[in-house]
């Protein structure tokens, strides 16, 4: 495959990853509310999660996994799963919101480990059964127009998702860092309190689709 080919390979994985890091859904929300109270380090690492799970995906798709994953037992348990996580990072938003509220001023989002927030990161899109929904219906439809060698052109596919998701990453956790630095307080608080509200939504439209 000639330079053209594979800058073209490269821009429609770029395109596949933005189409999976820039809607709206609870990971941003995660994200912004993390970059809003603990800065770019906190939202950064949890949107390289979030990455992390979507090349995945993407790698997975091309090698005919998506038989197994698109089970519907398997999207069962993963609803069930993924909502359980909505729930539980909901109930902490209102949890943090109500320190706030009592004068409280550490900013816990900065002072957790590092991996912690990687790691809900991972969990919150592998969950997602919107996200294994976009790689295992809406991608393979477009693939097979894209490319006549799905192999071949893999790994070009793939670095171009992982440039297009993590430049998502970076411009949305650093336009949300510059926001907490200058609201503060007031800025974590409503940052608690609607990312809560949207994660709890999130979670109750998950299980609605489920049943």
Sequence with gaps: MDVTGVVAMIGKGVLLGLGAAAPIGPVNVEIARRSLRGGFRAGFLLGCGAVTVDVTYAILTSLG???????????????????????????MCFVS??????????NGD?????????????????????????????VPGMAGQWSANPVRDLPW?????FFGAISWVVCFTGAMTWVGRRGKRATWLAADIAGGTMLLAFAAYALWRML
């Design 65 to 91: 996994v998506r038989p197994l994953l698109a089970q519907p037992r398997v999207m069962a348990a993963l609803g069930i799963a993924g909502a359980a996580v909505l729930v539980y990072l909901g109930v």
């Design 97 to 106: 919101a109500a320190r706030q509220w009592r004068g409280a001023t550490a």
């Design 110 to 138: 900065s002072e957790k480990p590092a991996e912690r927030h990687y790691v809900t990161g991972l969990a919150m899109t592998s969950l997602n059964p919107m996200t294994l929904a976009f790689w295992c219906v809406v």
């Design 157 to 161: 596919v793939c670095a171009g998702v």
